[in-house]
Structures are given as structure tokens and as C-alpha cells.
């Protein structure tokens, strides 16, 4: 089963996260945005399918453009935020969808919706945490059966007093 990822673009943009590890202001934000996606594969396998959603117009005349795996969107003169709503709406089924925004009235609406809100942060660190804590399970030692069995044995004698 594949995934939609519907992205809110300036969100993203403006996350701290983001401009602290993009500092490069030679290409514009928005490709830098695209590459940044791409090039980390944040969206997790290439079925999952990705949409971001910017305010306003594109620099060019062409409305909406695919650039690889991400398509991307433009609201015109609604809102990015009534535009990823219209997308829910008419989601075929929503339990498939993940909307990446930090704004709680897009989070709100999508989970009433029954799709998965995710944070901006989860978003673009989901390999670091899932690093971070690997390496905390194999800092801890491993029980063998005998030892939890005796653990086991002490807590019931403990706290099963009869």
C-alpha cells in the first residue's frame, strides 16, 4: 500500500529545522526544498507519492509541475491550507495519507479526516531519531532467559505476597 505525502511547502520553508540545515541561498528555496526531499528521500519508498502545496503563483506560467517523485502545487488565490483541505476531501481513502505541516488547524482537520498529521520535525529528522534510539537499545545490556526468569521469580515473591 502506498502513501501520500501532502506537504505544505512554506511551512517547511520557514521551519528552523530547514534553514539551519539549508543554508545555501545560491538556488531559490523552493528547489532547494525539492532536493532537500528528494535527495534524503524523506517520503520513504518511491510508491509512496508526494505532493507539495505552495501559496500564491509559480514564477513561470506553468500552473502545476512534476519534478521527479514530488509534484508540486500552487493555490493561485486560496490559501495552501484550503487547498491541502480540498485534497482530504477528496482523498479515495484518507487512511493513506500523511499531512506534513505544523499548522493545528490543517493537523485538526486531517486527523477528522482520519489521515495522519506529522510535524514539520518528524518530517525531516525521521532517521536521525530512528538512529538515536538503535543506539540507545544496544547501549543497554541483554538479559539471557535464565537471568529474567529469576527477575521474574524475586517480583513475584515481592510483590505477590500471600
Not at 506537504?7 to 520557514?14: A, E, L, R, V
Not at 532536493?35 to 528521500?41: D, G, H, S, T, V
Not at 486560496?78 to 505541516?101: F, Y
Not at 514539520?120 to 536521525?128: R, S, V
Amino acid at each position: 500500500m502506498s502513501l501520500q505525502y501532502i506537504i505544505d511547502g512554506y511551512n517547511i520553508i520557514n521551519h528552523r529545522l530547514f534553514s539551519r540545515k539549508n543554508n545555501k541561498k545560491i538556488q531559490g528555496p523552493r528547489k532547494l526544498l525539492l532536493e532537500f526531499i528528494m535527495a534524503n528521500r524523506l517520503c520513504g519508498s518511491r510508491r509512496n507519492k508526494a505532493v507539495i502545496v505552495f501559496d500564491g503563483y509559480p514564477e513561470s506560467l506553468k500552473q502545476e509541475t512534476d519534478a521527479g517523485e514530488i509534484k508540486v502545487i500552487y493555490s493561485k488565490d486560496d490559501s495552501a491550507d484550503e487547498r491541502i483541505k480540498q485534497m482530504l476531501e477528496r482523498a479515495g481513502n484518507p487512511k493513506t495519507v500523511i499531512v506534513v505541516s505544523d499548522d493545528k488547524e490543517i493537523k485538526f482537520f486531517t486527523k477528522s479526516f482520519g489521515a495522519r498529521a506529522m510535524s514539520i520535525e518528524e518530517f525531516i529528522k525521521p532517521k536521525e531519531k530512528a538512529n538515536d534510539d538503535e543506539e540507545d537499545l544496544s547501549s543497554h545490556p541483554k538479559l539471557t532467559y535464565t537471568q529474567m526468569s529469576r527477575i521474574n521469580k524475586e517480583l513475584r515473591q515481592v510483590w505477590l505476597k500471600q
